[in-house]
């Protein structure tokens, strides 16, 4: 009892990519879920994962489903739609999220089932559907304690940090370290965005499981630079200096293949413990649930 699991049901970043390459760890987008005995499922992001999480549900029972958004690029929104729990009467389902630009996260959720996108408008569905507008702060669902935390990515993204039972877990969607956008040695800059990188080390500080956006290895980064993602290298050394005890690659690109996920893990644990560290680093693979 009051044991947590992080289930992956998406794990791609950017686009499904279904095919041969992509068997073991999964091509649909970002979604994962914290499974527990609470009577509220946790889930992070509706990618299209959320569609195989929505058809894996006993749909004949009642569900309090608490869908908490990152950000709300289309591979963190696109399953909603097909999640099937919002067609069925006596479903609860709350998304948070927070506001972009001139968008609230009701306003991007319900623009994406505009009759020009899809056939069903958020109006017609028969679950009982509230929206929450979430920024940088703290909040309890039932026994689970959220802080979140703004990451650095082209639109307002958050993290979220639970604490549930003695458990620390975290989700860091989309998200680059801060750098100085003018490559120059200018000593306040190189201050701030120091600053800034730590207070997100001091965020994930001391997780049993940490599961972070580490799209690009080191030598595919310089022509993404600003786009909004992390490096494996930058993933590992953070959660390194925060203290983490297992963290999982996630958004993987979409190109990225099963073959290359397994040499990317197998090489990072090797050199992680070559410097002494206990620290294990997986790569979130679908439909599979790990211990927190
Ligand atoms: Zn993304
Ligand atoms: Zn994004």
Known sequence: MGELQVKFWGVRGSIPVPGPATVKYGGNTSCLELISDEPE???????TGLRVLGDSLDLSKKHDIHLLISHPHWD???????????YIPGNRVTVYG???????MEEVINGQMKYSYFPVRTAELSADLSFKEIKAEEFDIGKFHIRTHILNHPVTCLGYRISYNGKEFAYLGDNE???NVFNDDDPEVVQVTGEMNEQLVQFVSGLDV?????QYTPAEYPSHRGWGHSTTHHVVNMALKAGVKKLFFFHHEPQRSDEELDLLVYHYNERVRARGFTMEID?????VAFPV
């Open 98 to 104: 927070p506001s972009t630009f001139e968008l609230t």
């Open 283 to 287: 790569a979130a693979r679908e439909g």
């Open 41 to 47: 499922r946790i889930i992070f992001d509706a990618g």
């Open 177 to 179: 370290p801060y750098y």
């Open 76 to 86: 963190h929104i696109n399953g909603f739609p097909f999640f099937t729990p919002i």
């Open 210 to 214: 940490l599961v972070s956006d580490s």
